[in-house]
């Protein structure tokens, strides 16, 4: 059963305010909302002209019409609301995090910033380069990899964030364990992020509401040693939908008010290609959380399965790609490895803005 009475996906995108669109997060403007009802059946196009909301509800059935009405008004607001500052990081434009990995084994640079003094060396370079947040990491979450102790990861990413936050830079820890949400917290990190969206370790949720930390949600479908096998849906966009809104639920529950949420939906973790591509083509319908959105897309094996067999490092021309489709959908952060190429595809595709066109 959905979650959701109906479902709302906002189409034909600008980051400019055309006539009759329809605010979408801070960064993007929609000429028009594509309806979905609870069984996960495509109903009809509505244009984002005045109007909407009674043209929204003459499509809606009969039953339990009111409740059904009051959700369409929180979901119109939460598309609509201004979001709120991360980490005194405002989401006027979109914003970049670079990523740094203290690990032997991750799917792209494992091993490279294995010593902390090189990653603290190459966190600071991404800040110079444009990265807005440096996002440290001391565990592999990619397709296989094994769980590390938590002592383990610890050694590792605690003098990493140490050494960035003591440079003052706005440092994130990639963690799904508390034990580590709080050492980081406790050693200068502005930002939990978690691949499990607090859902890993049962400590997790009480540890982030007392940190005061921005936290982003990620959505992932099983664990990383088995989550590529056979990922299974009934309609990719709109379960992750629906799972990252039961763990914002879940969220402001135990303390964290949901202008300190980010939400990802998890390109490559337990999602096959058709899913990954199909869940690029409707991010903008996570707009309707209420939260601002985070997108990885950086260096992703999806890329090769399109394009054929190429290095990680090779993947950066997709990466930009699938990164600018987000930015047309008002993703406001973007996680990526190659900071000053992403940054200069940004200032590009920003200036070709319609809006500052003579």
């Known amino acids: 059963m959905r979650r959701q009475a109906f479902y709302l996906i906002p189409r034909a995108l600008s980051a400019s305010r055309l006539e009759g669109a329809h605010a979408v997060g801070n960064l993007a403007w929609a000429s028009a ?48 609301a201004p979001r709120a500052s991360l980490a005194g990081l405002e989401l006027d434009r ?18 490279e910033r294995f010593d902390s003094g090189r990653a603290v060396a190459d966190g600071l370079a991404m800040i110079e380069a444009g990265a807005d947040i440096i996002d440290v990491g001391g565990e592999s979450t990619r397709p296989g990899a094994a769980p590390v102790p938590v002592e383990e990861e610890l050694r590792r990413v605690l003098p990493v964030v140490k050494g960035l936050a003591a440079q003052g830079a706005r440092v994130s ?37 007392q940190s005061g930390l921005p936290v982003v949600l990620m959505h992932m479908q099983g664990q990383p040693q088995t989550m590529q096998a056979d990922p299974q849906y ?19 529950a135990a303390g964290i008010p949901r202008d300190r949420l980010v939400v990802d939906p998890g390109v490559g ?9 199909r869940l690029l083509n409707d991010l903008a319908l996570l707009h309707g959380t209420g939260c601002a959105i985070l997108l990885g897309v950086s260096r992703k094996s999806f890329i090769t399965k399109i394009d054929g067999p190429c290095d990680a490092k090779e993947r950066l021309p997709g ?9 047309r959908q008002g993703v406001q952060i973007v996680r990526v490895h190659d900071v000053a190429e992403t940054r200069q595809a940004l200032a590009v595709w920003c200036c070709m803005d319609v809006s500052v066109l003579p």
């Open 33 to 80: 909302f594509e309806l979905w009802d609870s069984n996960g059946t495509r109903q009809g196009l509505l244009p984002a002209t005045d109007g909407l909301s009674d043209r929204l509800y003459a499509h809606l059935s009969s039953d339990d019409k009111l409740a059904q009405r009051t959700y369409g008004d929180e979901l119109l607001h939460c598309f609509s």
């Open 94 to 111: 979109p914003r970049i995090m670079g990523v740094v990995n203290v690990t032997p084994d991750s799917f792209s640079d494992g091993g």
């Open 173 to 209: 820890i990639d963690t799904r364990w508390a034990p580590v949400m709080a050492e980081a917290a406790a050693a200068g990190a502005a930002i939990l992020n978690d691949v499990t969206a607090l859902s890993g370790d049962p400590e997790s949720l009480s540890v982030a509401a």
């Open 234 to 252: 009934e309609q990719v966009s709109l379960d992750v939908f629906d799972y990252l809104t039961d763990r914002i639920e879940a969220c402001v």
């Open 269 to 277: 973790f337990g999602k096959t290609l058709a899913h990954n591509l």
């Open 319 to 327: 990466s930009l790609a699938a990164m600018l489709y987000g930015i």
